[in-house]
């Protein structure tokens, strides 16, 4: 059903290059990450050809890393109960150079402004102390790097490495060969269905000038409403079609594996992700603004994902008691580092 919804989505802009580009490769991306990334004992690492030689699962990790939160290490008084919570972080990335200038981007490929550099270490800040097992970014190099400098201030100090699959050659010349170097390692997958909504022929123009010319009204309207689309572009419903399917196909089963999982991605897909993950209503999120580099956490939770807002600092109290996993994995933290 996803893959429909998926096809759904892109042929409906076919006579668009990037679409199209977009539409070749989705059956080898979808291939390659459902391979990799089922189920808890995905080999996210491996290789078809020397799976069982680096195989990492979700326990395997959990057993060498003292400062893991494994699904099967409950902190309730039952220590053989399961515990299926894991948190999830969402980051939009931090202001990018064209953010800065004013001008719908879209699908437009931008790195990040000096301001979002700094949007995205301090969001890093925010986050150094909850636990990320894998993290999810968009194609685009602005959520990619919103993505690592994050990762810089964490203080589990793990390496965020960048999947290959998009060939055999990738997926072979890319291989690590050390168990403990994977321990230390957090898998980045980057895949466009979580891009910025496609912008149409509005990608590149100045936002102001949009405005004065066909009116505040109708420029809201493409930029906020859910489903009236911007010339030739993706309307927030269309988005949501390809971001959602995939969180749900893709990011929901490491979840409920119980990994800890970041996402980095844009104002539109993630819009998209928290509307499925809020219940919001296609009226409700008109209003759904998201600021850039700031992180915001869920708990998921026996099937249910909890929305703890976004944590304001790594001393901030609040932001550690909302669970007892993530009070524990800071304490682990302090007593370790
Ligand atoms: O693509 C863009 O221009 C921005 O990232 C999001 O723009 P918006 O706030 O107009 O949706």
Not at 44 to 69: E, K
Not at 97 to 115: A, Q
Not at 157 to 162: A, E, M, S
């Amino acid at each position: 059903m996803a893959a429909e919804v998926y096809r759904h989505a892109v042929g409906t802009f076919q006579s668009h290059s990037y679409l199209n580009n977009v539409n070749n490769h989705q059956q080898k991306l979808r291939n390659n990450l459902v391979r990799f990334l089922v189920n808890k004992d995905s080999a996210i690492y491996s290789s078809r050809s020397n799976r069982s030689l680096i195989r990492s699962s979700a326990s395997q990790t959990s057993v060498a890393d003292p400062v893991s939160l494994s699904p099967s290490r409950s902190l309730t008084n039952d220590t053989n109960k399961k515990s299926n919570e894991a948190a999830l972080i969402l980051i939009r990335h931090g202001e990018s150079l064209w953010n800065e200038k004013n001008l719908f981007t879209g699908c437009v490929d931008v790195p990040l402004s000096k301001k979002g550099i700094d949007e995205a270490i301090e969001a890093g800040k925010r986050i150094s102390s909850i636990p990320v097992d894998v993290i999810f970014t968009s194609a685009l190099i602005r959520a990619q790097m919103t993505a690592m400098l994050a990762m810089t201030q964490h203080r589990r100090k793990k390496v965020p490495i960048i999947i290959h699959n998009e060939s055999e050659q990738a997926r072979q010349w890319s291989q690590v060969f050390s168990e403990d170097t994977k321990k230390q390692s957090i898998p980045v997958i980057a895949s466009w269905q979580l891009n910025e909504r496609m912008y149409g022929e509005l990608q590149g123009l100045n936002k102001q000038e949009t405005a004065d010319r066909y009116g505040q009204e109708q420029v809201h309207e493409w930029r906020r409403s859910y489903d009236t689309p911007p010339p030739n572009g993706e309307s927030l419903e269309m988005c949501a079609e390809r971001a959602v399917a995939y969180f749900r196909d893709q990011i929901e089963p490491q979840l409920l594996s119980g990994k800890n999982v970041m996402i980095a991605a844009h104002g539109n897909s993630l819009r998209s992700i928290i509307m499925y993950l809020d219940k919001l209503t296609s009226q409700e999120v008109i209003s759904l603004e998201l600021s850039t580099g700031i992180p915001m956490l869920y708990i998921f939770k026996e099937g249910r994902f909890i929305r703890r807002g976004s944590p304001i600092g790594p001393k901030e109290a609040g932001v550690y008691a909302y669970t007892k996993r993530l009070a524990l994995y800071r304490q682990k933290l302090d007593e370790m580092f």
